[in-house]
């Protein structure tokens, strides 16, 4: 009764109750009682039970020997001798789980068809002795890989159902059993209708199985893994969101101490990786590799699955180095899957997988490092994976693209054709043999085509070149809109059409790329998985541009393009601030509908979000599938706002005639350079042009941007040599870029609106693309006496990261009762001196004075304290130091810890979270606070300057580098008396740029 009580409840300590009645029953029996051998067979399943329960080997040995002493203690015509050997047959099944021995499996398969062979046909028991002896076969097809055995698995469990009453309470684990046999057979042959089959065997499981009964976590288990397995044949991510759901509840239900939490760790670990796979959060992969952990930590070494937990990180570690590039991470990779290749019986069915998946990190490594040595293993290893991989096996296509793609690389390398012409067989095989709605088809395509574009451009047949663009087709066609591979296959097949001058198709393909780069569902990710994927694809939005220009469509059509693709995080934030307020007052119902989702999206998952008792982990998962419903439901939402009057372009890039009244206080000027070509749009209130800038060609860009970034870093020698080769850069950039603009506006008539005040300056906004967002267009000339062939003498310049943040900047109008908050860092904890600082707010604060300007100095000032106050002043001043960082959401301005005793970070990420009430300028006294070092990102935009903009503030001033603090200081100063003596006087904006354009050009004039 205890021992049922245990099966039905699972508390542990009715079964050591049960154990121990039966101890002490077997004890008082004599060695010649008939019933000493039902008693040996009562204890034996007891405390197999416990072994099931705790996992500790003793008590399976233990349960073995009485298993056997029942056994041989029950005459042969005994009606329960079938029952003694189908209880032996189990614990050798368990022993051989735990040890490996293939003879413990084949003592586990005779005993279960003794068992069969002596129960007659009618026999209640009778479905339970196939049900066991069908998992016996499959765990003998997992080691051994014959079909044969996998085929009697089925057969017994599909009779073992068949002959179960539907109220039976075993009826659940049978579903369930038959469900994982048909899975294993779907993992070997590639049948859909198997894992389907398997799926529904488990649901059945699972609904017939009360939720406290302890079966359930491994049914939760079982019916993940194979959602998982859908998930990776068909691609829907549905499916993925489902096996984690369904794992996680496994792994909640199993308790800590249990054997099988390692494995059910283990799945769900995949699971997350695989869903960083298709997501690309970061923080799924290290929830992957923390439960891959877990679960290697807690498999005992004599355990032949710790060969499958050393492999998972082996690929986990592996992904994580292509995400962070840390070494030590593709090192970690490569130790784990040896771990688990030296685990490996020669005969097992996984060698060939983990084979390959060690040559592939070889290759990785050679990458990286460039060892021709890593190269050579990551071929030996795949080929002789292939050799051991049966022609049909569904593994096979994948080995064969592995090879593909290292003959390839050993082509570039060493330029023997050979290697291209393998690399070219191999992926010609890999499709040949890749099911037709397989998901890796896309990515085959890909490779086959690039491999036929080299082929190409080494041997000239033009048939190679028509292939490729075939094949690139294919893989565009086979992978999804929203897949995030799709805007890399899309740019290979624009690059192949290109080369064969089919301008107009390689521009339609780029074009459908940008589109995918603002799609709705990156909102889904934090912002740095954001920043890395639109790394990626760094230079796609100008290389669109570029084609466009040259396919001969508008210049509007390619300004379009790069607003579509450049400052995307930046336009998510505008996004939501710029329009919401006109939708408020016209539609409430949809702008709450909109707004609703728009929080759900952009929510921070951290412990805020969590509901009382509830860990981060299940708060983090339940706020990431919430923000994907949301994301589906904001694209129905914006389909409706969109068909209201007047609504039609909400969150859509401007018309022509918008962006043109946007230049209405002067021409707004495009810098774009590229592989194709060098170009300017321009924006004036008449027209959107293009002018080719032959001088602006690629390789000048790259040489002259390269050298500007590293200006103003290291000693005195070096500054002095920049400064040397600054003027030419300079004088470059005005030859290829500033000076045709400007004689373009000139012949075109374009009046360059006058500034106010006298100033005879004209106003020009300047957006620099890719690599050109640090050029110094405001700077660009010939800077002798008296020479005029400069911007500084020609327009008051102000630089823009896109047209939609001019637009958005201009919300706010100059107003006359400024507020002002100085932040000042003469000494900064560990860091050095500024004391030019002091003078520098003493003359803003004297200038302040003088014009009636309320002004608020922080004396110690904390990042959280600035954060406040910023919301109650028109303008803030900050005289510290600046530091860019690679990920530049991290670059920040150092200020005091609350207690001032130490530094602190004002992160670029968390400015825009301040709401000021009427932000005019932030002025970053601070070195490289407009600077963004990541090239990958120059396209984003983000450095310290445009956080500012986006938190609201019409205007930043910033540098783009290192400054004196002297030079800093001075231009400050000067920048606050003319900006003070204006206030009150200009309109739309214009004494701050105003202000700053003296300012600069008084100190340029000393």
Same mark, same amino acid.
């Not at 998930?231 to 496994?250: C, N």
């Not at 896109?802 to 860092?825: D, E, G, H, S, W």
């Given at each position: ?5 245990? &099966?039905?409840? @699972?508390?542990? +300590? $009715?079964?050591? !109750?049960? #154990?121990? %009645?039966? =101890?002490?029953?077997? /004890?008082? *029996? ?111 097809? &997992?080691?051994? @890989?014959?079909? +044969? $055995?996998?085929? !009697?698995? #089925?057969? %017994?469990? =599909?009779?073992?159902? /068949?002959? *179960? ?114 997501? @690309?959060?970061?923080? $799924?992969?290290? !929830?992957? #590799?923390? %439960?891959? =952990?877990?679960?290697? /930590?807690? *498999? ?114 060493? @330029?023997?054709?050979? $290697?291209?012409? !393998?690399? #070219?067989? %191999?992926? =010609?095989?890999?499709? /040949?043999? *890749? ?572």
């Amino acid at each position: 009764m205890l021992s049922a009580m245990f &099966e039905r409840i @699972g508390d542990l +300590g $009715d079964l050591q !109750k049960s #154990i121990k %009645h039966n =101890e002490e029953a077997l /004890a008082a *029996t004599p060695q010649d009682h008939p019933n000493r051998a039902e008693r040996h067979d009562n204890l034996a399943v007891g405390i197999w039970r416990r072994f099931e329960r705790i996992g500790d080997l003793c008590d399976l040995q233990n349960a073995i020997e009485h298993g056997e002493k029942a056994l041989a203690a029950t005459p042969q015509d005994h009606p329960g001798r079938a029952d003694r050997h189908n209880n032996l047959a189990v614990s050798f099944l368990a022993r051989f789980e735990r040890a490996g021995d293939l003879g413990d499996l084949q003592k586990a398969i005779n005993h279960s068809e003794e068992a069969l062979a002596s129960t007659a046909q009618g026999h209640p028991h009778r479905a339970g002795i196939r049900n066991n002896l069908g998992n016996m076969f499959s765990t003998k097809f &997992e080691r051994t @890989g014959s079909l +044969g $055995d996998l085929q !009697k698995a #089925i057969t %017994h469990g =599909e009779e073992a159902l /068949a002959a *179960t009453p539907g109220d039976h309470p075993y009826g659940a684990a049978r579903h369930s059993n038959l469900g994982a046999t048909l899975y294993l057979r779907f993992a070997r042959t590639g049948d859909l209708g198997d894992l389907r089959k398997a799926i529904k065997h488990c649901e059945e499981a699972l609904s017939t199985s009360p939720q406290d009964h302890p079966g359930c976590a491994n049914r939760h288990n079982n019916i993940g893994a194979m959602f998982s397995a859908l998930f990776e044949r068909m691609g829907d991510l549905d499916d993925l969101q489902k096996a984690i759901k369904h794992s996680e509840e496994g792994l909640a239900a199993t308790p800590q101490d249990h054997p099988d939490a390692a494995a059910r760790h283990s799945n769900l670990g995949v699971m997350f990786y695989r869903r960083f796979d298709q997501i @690309g959060e970061l923080c $799924d992969l290290q !929830k992957a #590799i923390r %439960h891959s =952990e877990d679960a290697l /930590a807690t *498999t005992p070494q004599d355990r032949p699955d710790r060969a499958d937990r050393h492999n998972n990180l082996g690929a986990m570690f592996s992904t994580r180095f292509q995400r962070m590039g840390d070494l030590c991470d593709l090192h970690k990779a490569i130790e784990h899957t040896e771990e688990a290749l030296d685990a490996t019986p020669q005969d097992h069915p996984y060698l060939v997988a983990r084979k390959n998946n060690l040559g592939v990190m070889f290759s990785t490594r050679f990458g990286r490092i460039g060892d021709l040595d890593d190269l050579q293993k990551a071929i030996g290893c795949s080929e002789e994976a292939l050799v051991a991989t049966p022609q049909a096996h569904p593994r096979r296509p994948a080995v064969h693209s592995s090879l593909g793609s290292m003959f390839s690389m050993r082509f570039k390398r060493t @330029g023997d054709i050979c $290697d291209l012409q !393998k690399g #070219i067989r %191999h992926c =010609e095989e890999a499709l /040949a043999t *890749t099911p037709h709605d397989h998901p890796r088809r896309a990515a085959t395509h890909k490779y086959l085509g690039v491999m036929l574009g080299e082929r190409f451009k080494s041997i000239g047949d033009l048939g190679d070149l028509q292939k490729a663009i075939k094949h690139g087709g294919e893989a565009v066609a086979a992978t999804p809109q929203d897949h995030p591979d799709r805007a890399t296959v899309c740019t290979a097949l624009a690059c192949l059409l290109y080369s064969k001058e089919r301008f107009h198709e390689s521009s339609s393909i780029l074009e459908g790329a940008v589109g995918l780069m603002a799609s709705v569902n990156l909102q889904l990710l934090r912002r740095d998985d954001q920043q890395h994927i639109l790394s990626e694809l760094s230079g796609l939005a100008s290389a669109a541009a570029s084609v466009a220009l040259q396919a001969g469509r508008e210049a509007y059509h390619s300004l379009k393009l790069l607003e579509l693709g450049r400052g995307i995080i930046m336009g998510f934030t505008i996004d939501s601030k710029s329009e919401e307020s006109d939708l408020k007052t016209d539609y409430k119902v949809e702008f709450d509908q909109f707004d609703h989702l728009r929080v759900q999206i952009d929510a921070p998952v951290d412990e805020m979000n969590c509901i009382s008792d509830e860990t981060l982990g299940p708060c983090r998962n339940r706020t990431i599938f919430r923000r994907w419903e949301a994301v589906n439901e904001m694209e129905t939402v914006l389909t409706r706002i969109r068909a209201l009057p007047g609504y039609h372009g909400f969150l859509l890039p401007p018309s022509p005639e918008a962006l043109m009244e946007i230049a209405k206080n002067g021409p707004i000027v495009i810098f774009n350079s590229t592989t194709y070509r060098g170009d300017a749009i321009i924006v004036t209130t008449s027209a959107i042009t293009s002018l080719e800038l032959p001088k602006l060609n690629h390789r000048e860009t790259s040489h002259w941007m390269g050298q500007l970034a590293s200006f103003g870093e290291g000693g005195w020698l070096k500054r002095s040599q920049d400064c040397s080769k600054m003027k030419d850069l300079l004088i470059w950039l005005w030859d290829a870029a500033v000076g045709p603009v400007f004689k373009d506006l000139q012949r075109s008539g374009t009046i360059i609106r006058e500034g106010a005040h006298g100033t005879n300056s004209k106003r020009i906004w300047w957006i620099g693309v890719g690599r050109l967002s640090i050029a110094p267009f405001h700077a660009a000339g010939y800077h002798s006496r008296r020479s005029t062939r400069n911007t500084l003498s020609r327009a008051i310049s102000t630089y823009i990261p896109t047209i939609k943040a001019l637009a958005y900047a201009r919300r706010t109008q100059f107003i006359r009762n400024l507020r002002l908050l100085l932040v000042p860092m003469a000494e900064t904890p560990g860091g050095i001196s500024l004391p030019g600082v002091t003078e520098e707010v003493q003359h803003i604060c004297d200038s302040a004075t003088r014009n009636s300007v309320e002004t608020t100095i922080l004396s110690n000032p904390a990042p959280a304290e600035v954060l406040k106050q910023i919301q109650n002043h028109d303008i803030v001043h900050f005289a510290c130091h600046g530091v860019s960082d690679v990920n530049p959401s991290n670059s920040h301005l150092v200020l005091f810890t609350p207690d001032g005793s130490s530094a602190a970070k004002l992160l670029a990420r968390d400015i825009p979270n301040t709401v000021p009430l009427n932000a005019q300028l932030a002025y970053l006294s601070a070195c490289s606070s407009a600077k963004n070092p990541s090239t990958p990102l120059a396209d984003e935009v983000i450095h310290l300057a445009s956080a500012f903009q986006l938190a609201g503030f019409s205007h930043t001033l910033a540098n783009l580098w290192k400054t004196e603090d002297r030079a800093s200081s001075e231009v400050a100063s000067d920048f606050y008396n003319f900006l003070f003596q204006y206030q009150g006087n200009g309109t739309e904006n214009e004494p701050i740029p105003i202000a700053s354009h003296q300012a600069v050009k008084k100190f340029h004039d000393q």
